[in-house]
């Protein structure tokens, strides 16, 4: 048999994967979100109508959009600062490297976990405003500003090590004679950043800010670990809730049906514009 023949054979496992963890599922999720509660008829879009009138769900569709994006401007804005600093040859930089790298080498349970004992009453986090002086905080109490404020800082502290590999290799990437044909050039500093160095990176930047965006979309571990479903809720969040907690697993397939949607939404025009660039 021909290796061309036998090629086809090769991919079976690859595409009976995708069958039966995606096609499948994703196809189910689409009947139970189109099918009517009562009657079980199709196409029935009474699910939606059930979202529209829970006050939880417009808390989870703004959360879905405040938190990834306050998120991933952190990420880009943090990781862009610790590679331009740890690019450089400073002292201890192997072991500065690797401190950045610690939250993301956690498993994810386990850094969560750590975490929410630091902001519980009793936590680390009360203990330092104690020695101050200053008054306890309820830091992950639901719907508190302090509560989507600990969401956001715990998922960009943890995953800003991403956006710092990434933009790191692209750093490592930039031959040094750019660099000193610009410093020929009189080009120092911001200048020499401005000029030089931002407009070399902003390949690596544009696939940080896509593969961050999609994964911070279906963000659900963080939130819900540390507040529960509805202390600061998303849609994936919100999803689990009616699935786990109320048993309407139309609702739960409707809500992440709109979240699929919201992400092809925001993210599908930046992909095809950056496969259009030159």
Known sequence: MSPRARSPWLAAPLVLYLALFLLFPSLHALVLAFRDPASGALPSVASFRTLARDALFWRALAGNVLVPAVTVAIEIASGLALALLLAERLPARRLLRT???????????????????????????????????????????PASATAYLAVIVTDAWRTTPVVFLLLLAALAAIPGEIYEAARLDGARGVRLF???????????????????????????????????????????????????DQGDEAAAAAAAVL????????FLPLLRRRRSAP
Request: hydrophobic fraction near 60%; charged fraction near 10%.
């Open 99 to 141: 401190l950045v790298l610690i939250p993301f080498a956690l498993p994810e349970i386990v850094f969560l976990t750590i975490v929410r004992q630091a902001l519980a009453p009793r936590g680390y986090a009360n203990a330092a405003l104690a020695a101050v002086g200053g008054a306890p905080v309820d830091w992950l109490a």
């Open 194 to 244: 401005r000029h030089v160095t931002l407009p070399l990176l902003r390949p690596a930047l544009a696939a940080a800010l896509l593969l961050r965006g999609v994964d911070a979309l279906r963000i659900f571990a963080t939130p819900l670990v540390l507040t529960g479903a509805e202390g600061a809720p998303v849609l994936s969040t919100y999803a689990y809730h009616q699935w786990a």
């Open 259 to 266: 979240l699929a949607l919201l992400s092809a939404t925001l």
